[in-house]
């Protein structure tokens, strides 16, 4: 069991659907390729390389600073370079509610994608008003009580991603997350580099499989715990 504390904790549940009782994962597994998914999982990989080569040579107080912005942005380099090589994926760049941020997304047969940092596998990203509105205009598709405001738009993933505790130039996990209707919970999950290509990334699935017990009350983690990620999606 993963232990409550004062930090996001995101309470994964499934939830009701009209067509698939394994969505989304099913209904994300029929939009978006393989070929797709596996060469941004290598991008996010990649970007983490790249970001100790950018502040390579900086002391550790100002590399310290400067990591997270490095690594946001070779990630968000990284969506840019998948797009390009896949005729279904069509990029997009958005702003944050403040207009002071940009962030890349891929929007492909309906589904939208989105990466963004998290603390570990029970945190939502931060409660940015950009992504509540993606998943209010889009997961309603899953749920018996609400509907899509746009009724092209079919899905709302969101790959996130976390350093290794170890070495901070690799992923702990990089995991396509699905949030709900409400941005509340998490109702789908998709272990990218233990699952569903531990094949190529030559890791194996862990035999426990990390959840939040019922009485846990999902909150999204406030922006004063991500004092060193400020500004990071």
């Known amino acids: 069991m993963v232990a409550l504390n004062a930090r996001v904790i995101a309470k994964e549940r499934p939830m009701q659907h009209r067509h698939d009782p394994t969505a989304p994962i099913s209904m994300f597994d029929d939009l978006v ?19 100790e080569t950018t502040v390579s040579g900086l002391d550790s107080p ?34 944050n509610a403040a207009d002071n941020c ?3 997304g891929i929007e492909c047969n309906g589904v939208l994608l989105t990466g963004s940092l998290v603390d570990d596998r029970t945190c939502l990203p ?12 889009r997961q309603g598709v899953l749920d018996f009580h609400a509907a899509p405001v746009n009724s092209q738009a079919l899905l709302y993933a969101i790959f996130a991603h976390a350093p290794d505790s170890q070495d ?27 699952d569903r290509f531990a094949a190529d990334f030559g890791r194996a699935a862990s035999a426990t ?9 999902p ?15």
């Not at 100002?62 to 969506?79: F, G, K, Q, W």
């Open 62 to 95: 100002e590399a310290n600073d400067l990591r997270p912005h490095a690594r946001r942005a070779h990630v968000e380099t990284a969506i840019r370079q998948a797009s390009t090589e896949h005729a279904e994926a069509n990029l997009f760049t958005g702003r």
């Open 168 to 194: 901070v130039t690799m992923p702990a996990f990089i995991d396509v997350i699905f949030p709900c209707h409400e941005y509340r919970d998490i109702v789908g999950r998709i272990r990218l580099l233990e």
């Open 33 to 51: 390729p393989g070929e797709l998914l596996l060469q941004i999982a290598y991008g996010v990989r990649h970007a983490y390389r790249e970001a």
């Open 126 to 137: 931060r409660n940015a008003v950009y992504r509540k509105g993606y998943a209010r205009s």
């Open 209 to 217: 499989v990390e959840t939040v017990p019922d009485i846990a009350v």
């Open 102 to 104: 940009s962030h890349r």
């Open 219 to 233: 909150r999204l983690r406030p922006a004063a715990a991500a004092s060193t990620r400020r500004g990071h999606a």
